[in-house]
């Protein structure tokens, strides 16, 4: 099955610098690859996806990077905000299952 | 937008008891997925079904059980409850069919307690 691994688990930041969060999958068949950013005693929620097809996906302060031929896939937000502390899943999907990173808790200082 | 929903947000069973969640998917939504997130993990999937049919399985328990009903809904089963059982379970929908599939929108999930 898909392992997919997260680094750093805890990430602290200033207000306005960037924040970078890195995964690696086992399986070369996954083709689609979501980030999901959780708050407390909320659901997981999707901020950005991208699929094999494309290298690289923005949407305003967040982007997402994929290099299939090392299996790596990256969240950037920049210009990082107190509301973007949270707790950030990326996953890795086969077919239908998502396979999800152990998550990374972010925190952004004011 | 009408999102996934899910009853209920709390839940205390006791050790031995039965308890039945469920979960209404986004209108249109033809394929549903139950997880299992413990505390300090990400969510763990045990099961997914696309229109009323199982259609993968994972790390699920055999006193638990699942099924999608006609409207869609889906209502996860967990019998011979153990202390081991508490944890937040999500419910997530997609639609079905072409890229779309894979684009899973989660619930606010249920939080069990076994006592």
């Known amino acids: 099955g898909e392992n997919v691994e997260q680094h750093p688990s805890t990430l602290s930041v200033q207000e306005g610098d960037s924040a970078v969060i890195k995964c690696t999958y086992s399986?070369?068949?996954?083709?689609?690859f979501p980030w999901y950013k959780q708050e407390l005693g909320k659901g997981p929620q999707l901020i950005i996806d991208?699929?094999?097809?494309?290298g690289e996906k923005k949407d305003q302060r967040i982007a997402v990077t994929l290099n299939k031929t090392a299996k790596h896939f990256s969240l950037h937000i920049t210009e990082t905000q107190p509301e973007d502390s949270a707790v950030y899943f990326c996953?890795?999907?086969?077919?239908?299952?998502?396979?999800f990173g152990a998550g990374t808790t972010v925190t952004v200082r004011a | 937008a009408a999102g996934v929903i899910q009853s209920p947000r709390h839940l205390i069973k006791e050790k031995r008891e039965t308890a039945t969640l469920k979960c209404y998917p986004i209108?249109?939504?033809?394929?549903v997925y139950w997880y299992q997130q413990g505390p300090g993990q990400d969510p763990q999937f045990l099961i997914s079904?696309?229109?009323?049919?199982?259609?993968d399985k994972g790390s699920i328990p055999d006193r638990f059980s699942a099924q999608q009903f006609s409207d869609y809904h889906s209502e996860l089963n967990m019998s011979s409850l153990e202390l081991g059982d508490s944890a937040l379970y999500f419910c997530?929908?997609?639609?079905?069919?072409?890229?779309?599939?894979?684009?899973?929108?989660f619930g606010a999930g249920t939080r069990l307690s076994v006592l």
């Open positions: 996953a890795a999907i086969n077919d239908y299952k998502l396979s």
């Open positions: 399986d070369s068949a996954s083709n689609y």
């Open positions: 997530a929908s997609s639609l079905g069919g072409g890229q779309s599939k894979n684009i899973q929108y």
């Open positions: 079904f696309y229109e009323k049919m199982q259609s």
């Open positions: 209108p249109r939504h033809d394929t």
């Open positions: 991208i699929r094999s097809n494309v």
